[in-house]
């Protein structure tokens, strides 16, 4: 027997509003927030000061993006803390296997 529609679910639907269906039902959307929170007070605390210019750009799948707001800095994430922020993005339970550091346009 076929299953009656709501006239609303009738017919094709806009790709957007099919995703944000499928976000609220699964969650999607507060796991990647709450990983990005994470990050965010994970960093304040490994960096102190000079976390105010790095923001966390985004988390997925492993990988943790931070960005620099200058050269300088980016050289420093780059070449000399991004082992360190890794392991302590670890120690604070993130499953992360990579840190990414992009410079701010």
């Given at each position: 027997m ?42 304040a ?26 050269s ?18 670890r ?15």
């Open positions: 076929a299953k009656d529609y709501d006239r609303a679910d009738a017919g094709p639907q806009p790709i957007g509003d099919i995703l944000k269906k499928i976000v609220r039902k699964d969650g999607f959307g507060k796991k990647a927030l709450k990983g990005r929170r994470l990050a965010e007070k994970v960093l605390g490994s960096l102190g000061a000079l976390a105010s210019h790095v923001s966390v750009a985004s988390v997925k799948v492993g990988v943790v993006t931070l960005e620099a707001d200058s300088a800095l980016f050289q420093e994430l780059e070449s000399f803390q991004r082992q360190k922020l890794l392991e302590t993005f120690q604070a339970g993130m499953n992360v296997h990579e840190v990414r550091v992009t410079l701010a346009h």
